[in-house]
């Protein structure tokens, strides 16, 4: 039987910032997400994937409380909206769960945290950040904390977590911890953020269903920027052996990264990743304002990551008219992605291989989806076998073209 998270796609948000209270004082702003929940669904997504909501010190990641909402975004009250609102729309919720580091205010006995030395202040930190103190998680006490604190939100409408930083944290310790909530939440569905190293490996120690899968990202925008898509078709094969393991968490544009819309040389190319991420298996997630071609590069400085965790406006008719073909992009892209949930779960290899031209064969069972990607300045003839096949999505609808040829810089979808 297949879980709700094989038929999953999600919209991210990054509360703090879309509600614009970063630095703001406290307010009732988490409910302005319920005024762009149609708009979510409108787009074709099943899911909100939530940034930090807890009560925090400053971005969210410095946690001072994970049993309290953020006085910036509201209360108890304004999160029973949010999630009644999802529920009638039939929307999953995937809160942020920031358990590897809490900010230095958070209240808690010393043992509870990792330390480098026997003075008061020697405790470790995560990546160097002064304000992000690491817990220790051989710590039995923070283990219950931790399943206390997932426990508590699943119970009030989540229906699961994405855990930051999971890569900085021992495997084992995710696996205990999911051995006491699954038995409560048989359908909560868990995603670690994993950047680097053996992802099946950690998914298979870690008991998690999913990591969020990088590798795949960076192969996206990078082939396309320098014409190799050599290295996209060597890790989509990595990415079949993550799929025997879990579903991944994929994306073209999270709070983390530079928008899409920046990373890219050539705006042409823009719907190819499109069209890749959206037929190649794992569980999509589309990051706010991507879906609307927003620009943003991320910097390596304190409030680097302002340009990409912007402020919405109130409502989608206040949004700049020039993002809306590009939300209708994805739309399409999102429908034909519903019109094919095996998708999640599809094994995707190249046929026609070269620097600027390749078809990406997803299959599963009997299905089979072809996606033909030219980034040259010359139309190119795909030698593919397109049996049984017609064509369902491609850079230019309107035009009449045959199934293998593609125009320069041009994409098709055969199904």
């Not at 206040?318 to 094994?347: E, K, M, N, S």
């Not at 069972?365 to 190119?380: F, K, S, W, Y």
């Amino acid at each position: 039987m297949r879980r709700w998270s094989d038929h999953s796609i999600f919209w991210q948000v990054y509360p703090l910032g879309f509600t614009d209270a970063l630095n703001a004082a406290p307010g009732h702003r988490l409910t302005r997400l319920v005024d762009w929940l149609d708009y979510a669904v409108e787009l074709g997504v099943s899911g909100l994937q939530l940034g930090p909501i807890f009560a925090a010190e400053t971005h969210g990641y410095d946690t001072l409380d994970h049993l309290r909402i953020d006085p910036r975004l509201g209360d108890d009250a304004d999160w029973d909206e949010l999630a009644a609102a999802c529920r009638d729309r039939g929307l999953r919720l995937l809160l942020d769960g920031v358990f590897n580091h809490v900010g230095r205010g958070f209240k808690a006995p010393e043992h509870w945290f990792r330390r480098t030395g026997p003075a008061p202040d020697d405790l470790a930190v995560f990546e160097g950040h002064h304000g992000l103190v690491a817990l220790n998680h051989d710590e039995p006490e923070v283990l219950a904390y931790v399943v206390q604190v997932m426990d508590h939100w699943l119970r009030r409408g989540a229906s699961g977590w994405r855990l930051d930083a999971a890569y900085a944290v021992p495997p084992g310790f995710w696996r205990a911890a999911l051995d006491q909530v699954r038995p409560h939440h048989p359908e909560a569905w868990f995603t670690g953020e994993v950047i680097h190293g053996d992802y099946p490996a950690y998914l298979a120690a870690s008991g998690l269903d999913s990591i969020t899968q990088y590798e795949l990202w960076k192969a996206i925008w990078s082939s396309l920027n320098d014409g190799n898509f050599f290295e996209l078709a060597w890790s989509l094969e990595r990415h079949n052996g993550v799929l025997e393991a879990g579903l991944p968490l994929t994306f073209v544009g999270n709070h983390d990264v530079t928008r899409l819309a920046t990373r890219l040389t050539d705006d042409r190319h823009l719907g190819h990743a499109l069209a890749v991420l959206f037929t190649v298996g794992g569980a999509p997630s589309v990051y706010y304002g991507d879906e609307q071609a927003f620009r943003g590069l991320k910097e390596d400085r304190p409030g680097g990551d302002d340009a990409v965790r912007p402020a919405f406006p109130a409502g989608p008719a206040d949004l700049a008219p020039f993002g809306w073909p590009v939300y209708r992009l994805h739309q399409r892209l999102i429908g034909l992605r519903r019109r094919h949930p095996w998708l999640a779960r599809a094994r995707t290899r190249p046929q026609h291989l070269a620097n600027t031209a390749v078809a990406l064969v997803s299959t599963a069972a009997d299905e089979r989806i072809v996606t033909l990607l030219n980034t040259g300045d010359t139309a190119v003839t795909f030698s593919v076998d397109v049996t049984g096949l017609a064509l369902a999505e491609s850079d230019n609808p309107g035009d009449a073209r045959t199934l293998t040829t593609v125009p320069p810089h041009g994409w098709s979808i055969l199904a």
